[in-house]
């Protein structure tokens, strides 16, 4: 790597950015588009991230610490409070709030009651318009201008982009490092996220049952990899444990004649391999546990913070 010369060292940028806004915005898909790598799960199922995700993005002359945050909404469960909580929390402590909206379809309330947080918290706030290849053209301006009047904030930038599609994506890592402190490289350079292997994989196994079941189900499920041992014939062997909140959901997720965990497995297992480098044996079962979105011993358990 070149040396930076005295002068350039000085103007290293640094900082914290979060990506906050509605469940389903593409906030994660950013986040890992951002980064160049899959930190976070997505899917079409609103409330899929369910904790603080880091991600570190290097530049030779800037470091930025993206905070993935849970989608904000009216919360139904405790669960739900925690989600909100994250994200509420996350905001004040930023260098740089990314405030994602859904460009291909109009603000809602739910948009105007996250504008209002990020207005209140009073931090540098620039608003990113996501899914820019569903916008036709002739309605950018007017999405971009309803966007920007939804609370009275002084916007930094206003930046319509596709994290599907990667498209300026590299304006906005310019206009997000613009508007860092100066700062040391906090995280070292090869480390890209502060999450254990062992929640990306539950996290993994969680985005099938996401991508694979309807309906309650999604919100109802949650998985613990309770066991990792490396076998004398270089399969790691990885038992993971799903937790549902009705015997009918324990139904679904198992199919008939055991197909749909069967398909779980399958199109985790080849993630989890990616992952980790190695071939993996992995094991699923089906615990129930009746209301655990509502009971604070499990959310702690689940690594969803009880202080709600
Ligand atoms: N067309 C289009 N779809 C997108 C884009 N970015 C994300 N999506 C889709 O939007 C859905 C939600 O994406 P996520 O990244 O999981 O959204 P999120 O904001 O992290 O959602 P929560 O974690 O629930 O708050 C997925 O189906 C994505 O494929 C985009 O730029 N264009
Ligand atoms: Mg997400």
């Not at 909580?85 to 994602?100: S, Y």
């Not at 971009?144 to 009047?149: I, N, S």
């Not at 055991?258 to 071939?279: D, P, T, V, Y």
């Not at 992995?282 to 009880?306: I, S």
């Amino acid at each position: 790597m070149r040396v930076l010369t005295e002068e350039e060292k000085m103007k290293f940028r640094s900082g914290f950015a979060a990506l906050v806004g509605r469940p389903n915005v593409g906030k994660s898909t950013l986040l890992n588009a951002l980064v160049g790598r899959k930190l976070a799960i997505m899917s079409d199922k609103p409330q899929t991230t369910r904790n603080r995700i880091l991600g570190v993005l290097n530049r030779e002359n800037a470091q930025v610490i993206f905070l993935d945050t849970p989608g904000m909404h009216k919360p139904k469960h405790l669960l739900g409070e925690f989600l909100n909580k994250v994200a509420r929390e996350t905001i004040p402590e930023v260098d740089l709030v990314c405030f994602v909206v859904d460009g291909s379809v109009p603000p809602g309330e739910g948009d105007a009651e996250i504008a209002k947080l990020i207005a209140a918290a009073g931090r540098p706030a620039l608003l990113v318009v996501n899914k820019l290849d569903r916008i036709p053209r002739s309605q950018l301006y007017q999405v971009l201008d309803q966007y920007k009047a939804l609370e009275n904030i002084d916007w930094v930038d206003v930046i319509p982009v596709s994290a599907l599609e990667h498209t300026h994506l590299d304006e906005l890592v310019s206009i997000i490092i613009s508007c860092l402190p100066e700062g040391p490289r906090y995280y070292p350079e090869d480390m890209v996220t502060d999450q254990p292997e062992r929640f990306i994989m539950a996290e993994l196994i969680r985005e099938k049952v996401l991508h694979l079941t309807r309906e309650e189900v999604p919100h109802s499920v949650a998985v613990m990899v309770e066991e990792v041992t490396p076998r004398e014939n270089g399969v790691v062997y990885v038992r993971a444990l799903i937790l549902v909140e009705r015997e009918g959901q324990k139904g679904i997720l198992i199919g008939h004649r055991g197909q749909m965990i069967k398909e779980i497995g399958q199109r985790a297992r080849a993630e989890i391999e990616a992952l980790l480098g190695s071939r993996i044996y992995l094991e699923l079962y089906v615990k129930v546990a009746e209301d655990w979105r509502n009971r604070r011993a499990y959310l702690r358990e689940l690594g969803y913070d009880d202080r709600v």
